[in-house]
């Protein structure tokens, strides 16, 4: 457990290290509950910033230290160690040990199915032995793991082994949170990368033997497709002689960049054809090479300390965004990513836990791997790019790997790099990483005389501890369209730097209709009057896919909205508008799938208090699902015409063509069950020879009510594959009526492979009932006590991911005084829980504040 009296860490306190680390050899014998790590590092001080000798240390027991060969007796509290040492360099050494077995947290050294491996970032380290754990303490590695295991792994190139022993060097310096261990009974599935140089770097994806061994070529192309592209988009090579990765079934979040030997979350890289969705195989795509870019952005230059966190995750994101988009259609990824981060970035930056893209304080910084910091912070390079301009981003971050190569950097180095480049004044676009909250950005126009003119106000809401907000650079993309819908203006970048801001275009023939924030050109919400006329106009006319989908998503709020609070039949013009999306065929139908999809729930639920109108999400449920019946109806011509086409994909490939005819497949098909009773669900789900249509006509019947056959024979059939499983577990929360999520839900909880220490399987249920919008605000408040009561009982095992999951709550403020006064006491409740860590204790403080 962790210090129940937590301390408030301040980015304005930052201090060097008063050492530095010139060489570190660690010796791990393993041992479930006893492992012993015997330590010894060199130390000179560190003559620009003399300083204290404290070395970090939690749950470990000290066994002996000595400095220079003689016996030392440290000062030793919860948190770590302090000695006293020689002026000049010494080497420090010690013996300490760990429990890996019981160590449920998932931080530090643990074992997973009889596995060993470990965690280090942000602070795991310190679990495996005194040191000081802070990322711009930078050394090379000498790893010995001395145990009876036939695969032993470390960081870096192999340099020996032999019978009980394995012996790793990693030669490029590196902060702690970058070590990794792992040790088992394991099969490597192998490949070799010959990289631009001409190296050749041997490749391994480890699993345990038996039926993970078939699941791993996919994440081997993909790791391969992310070395070239890296090569090829950023001139980056890869710089050891071996890359590994390790799938883990007990893993806190997806996957762990850790140098050379990356560590994943087996949902994240195992992947085949009959187990998998195409969702799953798309994700896993991008998170190896999320991991992978690391190798540069993260690793080659880290970060100073964990307040620059955004500097190599938000850097990472944009890279694998753009990974993705290359792999299949921009347009497409450009909107799931908008879809993602306005129902979660956006509702974080509205709500208590709101904090800038980078934070100037935290408890635990675990609690700050955040969307805001991923996420926007992803936005914001994007951000960068379009204000720059291609040429000039590439330049730039050419300046960055060459100028930053081995040292942990700041925010301030990465906007200097562009400053330099550019010869551009980045101050103000800085704000974008200390404010907090996402910029209201209001329009209105003009015209006269052949020039149009677009007013634009911007506004930043208070946010917890920032009250007053300055105005942001706002790269604006416009683009203007004849009333006959052509293109008469194309893209421009408008480039808003006041509070108020107009900007003109001439010699135009008649007032055009703008497109304005095109391909989502700032994370802003736009706010304009505008008649669902105009969005059927820009959804049928719009050349840039971004805003022709967006423009169908406002007019599809609009619809939704007024079935909601007026009961109203949905607007012609919007059936008319996803009819004619629909029958076009020249689209791509993965975009067509996205604009048939409606708002979820939740963000129905904050486009009504947007509106003023406090949300009932059973309300917001019986009017989505009506409109899907209207929807059905009014498409029912041309329903089994784009069915059949999408069903006929030929053999399986998950590639984005095949994976976007399966999508606008399954989306038809959600429509058809509701037109015939389940007659095509249920024979999808017979027929098929793949994970993504057998789940989608399971999820077709179930959604409607029926399909609890279907279920069992789900269950039976993948009932060994926990992978599998939790899908299962995750639909039959997601898909049970509003009054039933939280029973289901409880009695999920009492199957025999319900396992509360995996948290794959606690998110497969909990996370399907906080995501079931009206299921999880039932308005005698079940699921939050049963939510509740679940993460009191996580937090004793696991604060990281009982911390993250109680974010379900985050939304409380906007509904009824009842459910407001229920969510309260269940936040009471679980802040008043004796020894509750400090990871939840600060979430849900900030959420009660
Ligand atoms: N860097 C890790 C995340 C570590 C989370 C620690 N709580 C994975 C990633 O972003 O690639
Ligand atoms: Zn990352």
Request: proline share 5%.
């Amino acid at each position: 457990m962790k210090d129940a009296a937590p301390q408030t860490i301040y980015l304005s306190d930052y201090r060097p290290f008063g050492y530095l680390v010139d060489d570190v050899h660690l010796t791990f014998q393993l041992a479930e509950t006893a492992t012993r790590v015997i330590s010894r590092i060199s130390f000179r001080p560190n003559s620009d910033h003399p300083g204290e000798f404290f070395l970090h240390g939690q749950e470990v027991t000290l066994v002996w230290a000595k400095i220079d060969g003689k016996d030392v007796t440290p000062m030793i509290t919860d948190e770590g160690l302090t000695c006293d040492v020689p002026d000049g360099p010494f080497v420090w050494e010690a013996e300490v040990e760990i429990s890996p077995a019981t160590n449920t947290a998932l931080e530090g050294l643990y074992t997973s199915g009889g596995m060993y491996c470990t965690q280090c970032e942000a602070e795991g380290f310190r679990k495996i032995t005194y040191y000081p754990d802070r990322p711009d303490v930078m050394s090379a590695f000498t790893v010995r793991i001395e145990g009876d295991h036939p695969v032993m792994l470390s960081n870096g190139n192999p340099v020996a082994s032999g019978e009980g022993w394995a012996e790793w060097h990693d030669p490029w310096p590196k902060p702690a949170y970058l070590f990794a261990l792992v040790a088992g009974d394991l099969v490597a599935h192998s490949g070799t990368f010959k990289t631009m140089s001409g190296k050749d770097v041997d490749l391994n994806i480890y699993v345990r033997p038996g039926a993970d061994e078939d699941k791993c070529a996919f994440g081997m192309e993909a790791l391969k497709r992310s070395m070239k592209w890296d090569e090829d988009v950023y001139g980056r090579e890869y710089d050891l002689d071996i890359f590994n990765i390790v799938a883990v079934d007990d893993f806190n979040m997806g996957a762990m960049e850790n140098k050379g030997l990356n560590i994943f979350n087996s949902s994240c890289v195992l992947a085949s054809p009959e187990t998998s969705t195409d969702a799953n195989f798309e994700r896993i795509d991008a998170i190896i090479a999320h991991e992978y870019f690391h190798n540069w952005t993260g690793n080659r230059i880290t970060c100073r300390d964990w307040f620059q966190l955004c500097l190599k995750e938000g850097l990472t994101v944009f890279r694998d965004q753009q990974y993705t988009s290359d792999q299949g259609s921009h347009a497409v990824k450009r909107i799931e990513d908008a879809i993602t981060l306005r129902s979660r970035q956006f509702r974080e930056d509205g709500g208590p836990l709101a904090h800038p893209v980078r934070p100037e304080s935290f408890i635990e910084i675990n609690n700050f791997y955040t969307i805001t910091v991923y996420e926007k912070g992803a936005e914001l390079i994007g951000m960068l790019k379009r204000l720059v301009g291609d040429e000039d981003y590439y330049k730039a971050l050419d300046l960055y790997f060459s100028r930053h190569d081995g040292d942990a950097a700041t925010i301030e180095d990465w906007l200097k790099v562009f400053e330099d480049s550019t010869g551009r004044d980045l101050s103000q676009f800085k704000r974008w990483y200390s404010q907090a909250g996402t910029p209201r950005l209001t329009v209105s126009d003009s015209y006269e005389d052949g020039t149009y003119t677009l007013h634009f106000t911007q506004e930043t809401p208070p946010t917890p501890g920032q009250d007053h907000k300055d105005p942001m650079v706002i790269p604006i993309a416009v683009g203007l369209l004849s009333q006959n819908g052509d293109e008469v203006q194309p893209t421009t970048v408008l480039e808003m730097t006041q509070v108020s801001q107009s900007f003109s275009f001439d010699g135009l023939a008649g007032k055009p209709v703008p497109s304005i924030l095109r391909d989502f050109s700032a994370p802003v919400i736009l706010q304009r009057d505008q008649t669902n006329a105009e969005r059927a106009f820009l959804m049928a006319h719009d050349t840039d896919p971004f805003n022709k989908w967006d423009a169908g998503e406002a007019l599809a709020r609009e619809v939704y909205k007024k079935a909601v609070t007026d009961g109203a039949a949905p607007d012609k013009a919007y059936l008319d508008g996803i009819a004619a999306i629909l029958r076009d065929d020249a689209l791509d139908p993965a975009f067509r799938a996205l604009v048939l999809t409606l708002p979820s729930e939740g963000d129905m639920a904050q486009v009504l208090f947007d509106a003023g109108v406090t949300p009932d999400p059973i309300a917001i449920h019986h009017a989505g699902e009506a409109l899907r019946v209207a929807m059905a109806q009014h498409v029912q011509d041309i329903l089994p015409r784009i069915y059949a086409d999408c069903m006929n994909t030929g053999p399986f490939s998950p590639d984005a063509k095949s994976a976007g005819k399966r999508s606008l497949g399954n989306t038809a098909l959600g429509l058809i069950t509701r037109l015939d009773g389940g007659a095509a669900a249920a024979k999808q789900f017979a027929d098929a020879d793949n994970m993504t249509l057998q789940l989608g006509g399971l999820a077709a019947l179930l959604r409607n009510g029926t399909g609890e056959e279907e279920s069992k024979t789900f269950r039976t059939q993948w009932l060994s594959d926990r992978l599998v499983m939790d899908k299962w577990f995750g639909l039959t929360v997601s898909a049970a009526g509003p009054d039933a999520a939280a029973s289901t839900a409880q009695k999920l909880t009492e199957e025999p492979d319900f396992d509360m220490k995996n948290p794959n399987r606690f998110r497969a249920v909990f996370g399907a009932l906080a995501g079931h919008a009206a299921g999880f605000h039932a308005a005698d408040g079940s699921a939050y006590r049963l939510l509740g009561d679940w993460l009191k009982k996580l937090d004793a095992i696991n604060p990281q991911t009982t911390a993250r999951m109680s974010t379900a709550f985050e939304t409380w403020r906007r509904y009824d005084a009842d459910r407001q006064a229920q969510i309260r006491a269940v936040l009471q409740d679980i802040a008043g829980t004796a020894g509750l860590s400090r990871d939840t204790s600060e979430m849900v403080g900030r959420m009660l504040e």
